[in-house]
Nanobody, 124 residues
Framework: QVQLIESGGGLVQTGGSLRLSCAAS????????MGWFRQAPGKEREFVAS????????VYASSLRGRFTISRDNAKNTLYLQMNSLKPEYTAVYYC?????????????????WGQGTQVTVSS
Protein backbone atom coordinates (compact mmCIF):
# COMPACT_ATOMS: atom_id res chain seq x y z
CA GLN A 1 0.00 0.00 0.00
CA VAL A 2 1.19 3.51 -0.80
CA GLN A 3 0.57 6.73 1.10
CA LEU A 4 0.38 10.00 -0.83
CA ILE A 5 0.91 13.54 0.44
CA GLU A 6 0.36 16.56 -1.80
CA SER A 7 2.03 19.94 -1.32
CA GLY A 8 2.66 23.13 -3.23
CA GLY A 9 -0.81 24.58 -3.30
CA GLY A 10 -1.55 28.17 -2.38
CA LEU A 11 -2.89 31.49 -3.54
CA VAL A 12 -1.77 32.78 -6.92
CA GLN A 13 -2.92 35.53 -9.26
CA THR A 14 -4.47 34.94 -12.64
CA GLY A 15 -1.78 34.09 -15.15
CA GLY A 16 0.60 32.81 -12.51
CA SER A 17 2.12 29.37 -12.05
CA LEU A 18 2.33 26.73 -9.36
CA ARG A 19 4.02 23.37 -9.12
CA LEU A 20 2.31 20.73 -7.05
CA SER A 21 4.16 17.78 -5.60
CA CYS A 22 2.92 14.41 -4.44
CA ALA A 23 5.29 12.46 -2.23
CA ALA A 24 4.78 8.72 -1.97
CA SER A 25 5.73 6.45 0.90
CA UNK A 26 5.14 2.85 1.81
CA UNK A 27 5.71 1.51 -1.70
CA UNK A 28 7.76 2.97 -4.50
CA UNK A 29 6.05 5.15 -7.06
CA UNK A 30 7.16 3.05 -10.02
CA UNK A 31 4.66 0.38 -8.97
CA UNK A 32 1.79 2.65 -9.99
CA UNK A 33 0.27 4.64 -12.74
CA MET A 34 -0.37 8.09 -11.28
CA GLY A 35 -2.98 10.76 -11.78
CA TRP A 36 -4.02 14.23 -10.73
CA PHE A 37 -7.64 15.18 -10.12
CA ARG A 38 -9.30 18.32 -8.81
CA GLN A 39 -12.54 19.24 -7.12
CA ALA A 40 -13.92 22.75 -7.22
CA PRO A 41 -16.48 23.93 -4.65
CA GLY A 42 -19.89 22.45 -5.39
CA LYS A 43 -18.61 20.31 -8.26
CA GLU A 44 -17.66 16.71 -8.89
CA ARG A 45 -14.04 15.65 -8.76
CA GLU A 46 -12.61 15.71 -12.26
CA PHE A 47 -9.63 14.26 -14.08
CA VAL A 48 -6.66 16.55 -14.72
CA ALA A 49 -3.78 14.37 -15.96
CA SER A 50 -2.22 10.93 -15.69
CA UNK A 51 1.12 9.26 -16.24
CA UNK A 52 2.15 5.68 -16.80
CA UNK A 53 4.65 4.03 -14.46
CA UNK A 54 7.62 4.90 -16.62
CA UNK A 55 6.19 8.27 -17.71
CA UNK A 56 6.28 6.93 -21.24
CA UNK A 57 2.71 8.08 -21.76
CA UNK A 58 0.82 11.03 -20.33
CA VAL A 59 -2.83 11.98 -20.75
CA TYR A 60 -4.48 15.33 -20.08
CA ALA A 61 -7.96 16.70 -19.80
CA SER A 62 -8.44 18.33 -23.17
CA SER A 63 -9.04 21.81 -21.72
CA LEU A 64 -5.79 21.70 -19.76
CA ARG A 65 -3.42 20.33 -22.38
CA GLY A 66 -0.67 22.86 -22.99
CA ARG A 67 -1.19 24.60 -19.64
CA PHE A 68 -0.47 21.74 -17.25
CA THR A 69 2.39 19.23 -17.29
CA ILE A 70 2.47 16.02 -15.29
CA SER A 71 5.85 14.51 -14.52
CA ARG A 72 7.34 12.07 -12.08
CA ASP A 73 10.69 11.33 -10.52
CA ASN A 74 10.55 7.71 -9.52
CA ALA A 75 13.96 7.92 -7.88
CA LYS A 76 12.57 10.60 -5.54
CA ASN A 77 9.22 8.83 -5.25
CA THR A 78 7.50 12.07 -6.24
CA LEU A 79 4.84 13.09 -8.76
CA TYR A 80 4.54 16.67 -10.01
CA LEU A 81 1.99 18.89 -11.68
CA GLN A 82 3.30 22.09 -13.25
CA MET A 83 0.44 24.51 -13.76
CA ASN A 84 0.89 27.61 -15.91
CA SER A 85 -1.37 30.45 -17.04
CA LEU A 86 -3.71 29.83 -14.16
CA LYS A 87 -7.31 31.02 -14.25
CA PRO A 88 -9.79 31.64 -11.41
CA GLU A 89 -11.86 28.68 -12.60
CA TYR A 90 -8.92 26.43 -11.74
CA THR A 91 -9.51 27.10 -8.07
CA ALA A 92 -9.99 23.69 -6.48
CA VAL A 93 -8.53 21.08 -4.18
CA TYR A 94 -6.02 19.09 -6.20
CA TYR A 95 -5.50 15.41 -5.45
CA CYS A 96 -2.93 12.90 -6.56
CA UNK A 97 -3.89 9.27 -6.92
CA UNK A 98 -2.19 5.95 -7.58
CA UNK A 99 -3.48 3.12 -9.72
CA UNK A 100 -2.46 -0.52 -9.72
CA UNK A 101 -2.97 -2.79 -12.68
CA UNK A 102 -2.10 -2.65 -16.36
CA UNK A 103 -4.27 0.04 -17.87
CA UNK A 104 -3.83 3.78 -17.41
CA UNK A 105 -7.13 5.27 -16.31
CA UNK A 106 -8.71 8.69 -16.16
CA UNK A 107 -11.75 7.89 -14.07
CA UNK A 108 -11.95 8.51 -10.37
CA UNK A 109 -13.00 4.92 -9.76
CA UNK A 110 -9.92 3.63 -11.62
CA UNK A 111 -7.61 4.76 -8.81
CA UNK A 112 -6.87 2.84 -5.66
CA UNK A 113 -5.04 5.29 -3.39
CA TRP A 114 -5.58 8.99 -2.81
CA GLY A 115 -3.86 11.83 -1.05
CA GLN A 116 -5.64 14.36 1.14
CA GLY A 117 -5.42 17.12 -1.41
CA THR A 118 -3.88 20.57 -1.59
CA GLN A 119 -5.84 23.79 -2.07
CA VAL A 120 -5.13 25.94 -5.10
CA THR A 121 -6.78 29.36 -5.21
CA VAL A 122 -6.43 31.60 -8.24
CA SER A 123 -7.42 35.20 -7.66
CA SER A 124 -8.77 37.45 -10.39
Amino acid sequence: QVQLIESGGGLVQTGGSLRLSCAASGRTLNNYHMGWFRQAPGKEREFVASSTRSAGRTVYASSLRGRFTISRDNAKNTLYLQMNSLKPEYTAVYYCAAKSGYWLGNGESDYDYWGQGTQVTVSS
